[in-house]
């Protein structure tokens, strides 16, 4: 089997399905792997990790539900002699580690991996066009809920809940890519029906308002607003958030922004929370860029994303700057600790505001000192590891614990510093933008963002 994974063409000989009925196809024919629920379900928890060692006691707990027989981790060596019989003829491996198993083999496609690796790559991708193609193809993946024939809800929550919530994500961006495409009345035939499953789905319902707005359907965009802010305040006492607000005022203003395709999308979804997109072409023009419109009073809904420490973290991840070990363990970390992570926190936007003034005033030696000061000391905890893919990587050591994501933007800052081609990193000029990207071309002067197109009388421009 061949497979296109985010721009390049991977051949596979195992191919895995598991969303939906699980699935095993060998060179692109179905084979007979696990005849038995149970064994398919173990083998669906080992490739949902591959590579990775799955401990015994969590098989157990999982195939169980917690409530294991006296003879489980008999049954679980029976299942696993059982499937190491069936995978040999195709090369898949189930090893034997310590206290655990984990599948091994050259060649093997999990489509749950395929799925994350598109939507990944439609989150930064410039062209809506391309990113509802990438999704398209992910989304194309799903044949029904994970490992539909071998495992109920209750157990499919505690494998992989992310995975029915990446699939929301990736909906939620496709339908924003589709508005960016003017195919407004695609969006409210898809989001429809899942608005009435996930009522108080916040990015949901403002893209689907939106999508009715444009279809001249006022009246029933207002009232899947008022419909989500009273199962807000009534299931969780919350108001909803400034996005949604603000698509509901400019609903009620008539407001001609929403109106308008080939407007970009500024945020993608990572996990739950709003990141804007990859735009600068390096990490440090887009830690840069946290705050849509530096000279504005009001910037747009969402664009200041640095509001947390879990988000400083995500981003981290979603950069390259941090793998997702070092992200969840961060994560796990704030939760014990919120006071420090709140000083990091501070401590990150004062970097930026540093990295910003050396990046658009060379002049400015006293940005540019706290810049090298930051840059000195996550040289200190920086250290240089191969890469899944072969290649070394420097990575910000997990001893520097809730700073690592400071360390790491503090250390690809100092190289976009250092590098030639920060002298063709401009600034939006208009007063309301200052959004920095970079200009191979030199040409340019304005920002394609449409930040400073906050209003309709001054759209963003381009030379």
């Known amino acids: 089997m061949t497979t296109a994974r985010a721009g390049r063409t991977v051949l596979f000989?195992?191919?895995?399905?598991?969303?939906?009925?699980?699935?095993?196809?060998?060179?692109?024919?179905?084979?007979?792997?696990?005849?038995r629920r149970q064994e398919r379900c173990l083998l669906g928890m080992l490739l949902l990790d591959t590579g990775r060692v799955v401990p015994t006691d969590r098989l157990i707990d999982l195939l169980w539900n917690g409530r294991p027989p006296a003879a489980a981790r008999g049954a679980v060596q029976t299942y696993v002699g059982r499937l190491r019989g069936a995978l040999k003829p195709y090369g898949v491996r189930i090893s034997t580690r310590g206290e655990g198993y984990a599948v091994e083999g050259e060649g093997i496609s999990v489509d749950v991996d395929e799925f994350g690796a598109l939507v990944r790559a439609a989150g930064v991708a410039a062209d809506p066009a391309e990113r509802a193609r990438l999704l398209d193809r992910g989304l194309a993946l799903w044949r029904g809920p994970l490992l539909a024939d071998a495992a109920d809800g209750e157990l499919r929550d505690r494998l992989h809940g992310t995975v029915e919530e990446l699939r929301l994500v990736a909906v939620e961006l496709r339908a924003e890519a589709q508005l960016a495409l003017g195919q407004h009345a695609h969006v409210i035939a898809e989001l429809m029906p899942l608005a009435d499953r996930y009522p108080v789905r916040e990015q949901l319902v403002a893209v689907l308002m939106t999508a009715l707005y444009r279809g001249n359907r006022r009246a029933e965009a207002s009232r899947l607003y008022r419909t989500t802010r009273e199962l807000l305040r009534a299931d969780f006492g919350v108001e909803p958030g400034p996005r949604l607000r603000e698509v509901h005022r400019r609903v009620l203003d008539g407001d001609d922004r929403l109106d308008r395709t080939g407007r970009p999308v500024y945020e993608v979804r990572v996990r739950d929370e709003n990141l804007p997109w990859s735009?600068?072409?390096?990490p440090a023009l887009d830690f840069c860029n946290t705050l849509a419109g530096w000279g504005r009073e009001s910037p747009l809904p969402g664009a200041e994303w640095l509001r947390g420490y879990r988000t400083l973290a995500v981003w981290s991840g979603h950069a390259g700057l941090a793998d997702e070990v070092a992200v969840n363990r961060l994560l796990h970390l704030?939760?014990?600790?919120?006071?420090?992570?709140?000083?990091?926190?501070?401590?990150?936007?004062a970097f930026r505001a540093a990295l910003y003034a050396s990046l658009v005033d060379p002049a400015d030696h006293r940005a540019f000192d706290a810049v090298a000061r930051a840059a000195e000391a996550a040289a200190r905890t920086m250290v240089f590891r191969r890469a899944a893919d072969g290649r070394g990587r420097w990575r910000a050591d997990l001893t520097a614990g809730l700073r690592l994501p400071l360390h790491a933007v503090a250390f690809s800052g100092a190289h976009l510093l250092a590098d030639p081609g920060r002298l063709t990193v401009r600034a939006c000029p208009d007063e309301?933008?200052?959004?920095?990207?970079?200009?191979?071309?030199?040409?340019?002067?304005?920002?394609?963002?449409?930040?400073?197109g906050g209003r309709a009388d001054a759209p963003c421009r381009s030379a």
């Open 334 to 349: 704030a939760r014990r600790d919120p006071a420090t992570a709140e000083a990091v926190l501070a401590e990150a936007r």
């Open 432 to 452: 309301r933008c200052g959004w920095l990207f970079l200009d191979g071309s030199g040409l340019r002067r304005w920002c394609s963002l449409g930040t400073c």
């Open 279 to 282: 735009v600068g072409g390096h």
């Open 13 to 35: 000989d195992m191919e895995f399905r598991l969303l939906g009925p699980f699935e095993a196809r060998h060179d692109g024919r179905p084979v007979e792997i696990g005849s």
